[in-house]
């Protein structure tokens, strides 16, 4: 059974940082692609950066680039998402998910964790 979990999330003022994991089991890791995507209310879902765990090529969202980073470990089957200069738009649920697609759309990804609360306060 494929599982994602999402943990990490928090209050946190303007300006600091968070890091979010995504715990995964149940598939094979070098064939799929991970990406982490928030949702903030009366919004649609909307890509934040994705990783390929066969060769760890990553991509940002415009709103991400220069204050996240992703990462993978491997050996733990674990997927980070360091945010550091977190901004009040920020704030939104972020949700992990697994597909052999991949990519920056909700199209390709097939399997979704529970999403975890950020919230940065201003």
């Known amino acids: 059974e494929v599982q994602l979990v999402e943990s990490g999330g928090a209050l946190v003022q303007a300006g600091g940082s968070l890091r979010l994991s995504c715990a995964a089991s149940g598939f094979t890791w070098d064939d799929y692609a991970i990406g982490w995507f928030r949702q903030a209310p009366g919004k649609e879902r909307e890509a934040v950066s994705c990783i390929r765990m066969s060769d760890g090529r990553s991509h940002y969202a415009d709103s991400a680039k220069g204050r996240f980073t992703i990462s993978k470990d491997n050996a733990k089957k674990t997927v980070y998402l360091q945010m550091n200069t977190l901004e009040f738009e920020d704030t939104a649920v972020y949700f992990c998910?697994?597909?052999?697609?991949?990519?920056?759309?909700?199209?390709?990804?097939?399997?979704w964790g529970q999403g975890t609360q950020v919230t940065v306060s201003s």
């Open positions: 998910a697994a597909g052999q697609w991949g990519g920056s759309t909700v199209a390709g990804y097939d399997k």
